[in-house]
């Protein structure tokens, strides 16, 4: 399995959520038991657990509040940390239909560590940027409905 095809399936995983069963077996097999995120709120630690499995329902049902319908990879560029380990930044498209009918398309990166196990990959870290205010930039979000 290359990189490019790990985040493919991802992203398939990503895009099955959003219908109304978010398939959280399938987002999870793609994360370390534990890893880390950051962005603009800080930085935060997460297990692959129960826990988890409940921010991702709470994340999918948010992200069909604010009218996500489906995500592509647009590219995959990868730099190698050791024998083991990556640093995959992944540039994204994600597809929404506004408020008021509008389809809108987002271009946004997302930077990945990753480990590779028994020639598989799985994410112990990721770091993003600002997707709320994305969001309110293109009137897909209002500060009332960011919780």
Not at 55 to 67: E, I, K, N, S, W
Not at 79 to 98: E, G, Q
């Amino acid at each position: 399995m290359t990189i490019a095809d790990f985040f493919a399936g991802y992203v398939d995983a990503f895009n099955r959520s959003l219908a109304e069963t978010v398939d959280t077996e399938g987002i999870q097999r793609h994360f370390s038991s534990c890893f880390v995120g950051a962005g603009p709120q800080g930085v935060q630690c997460g297990q692959n657990d129960e826990q988890f499995t409940e921010m991702l329902q709470q994340g999918y049902a948010f992200y069909r509040q604010v009218g996500t319908k489906s995500m592509s990879v647009r590219n995959v560029t990868t730099t190698p940390i050791d024998d083991a380990h990556w640093l995959a930044r992944v540039a994204y498209r994600a597809h929404y239909v506004k408020p008021g009918g509008e389809p809108l398309d987002l271009d946004f990166e997302v930077s990945y560590m990753l480990a590779e196990r028994e020639e598989a990959y799985e994410i112990f870290a990721f770091v993003t940027g600002d997707e709320m205010a994305l969001y309110r930039e293109h009137g897909l979000l209002r500060d009332s409905d960011a919780s």
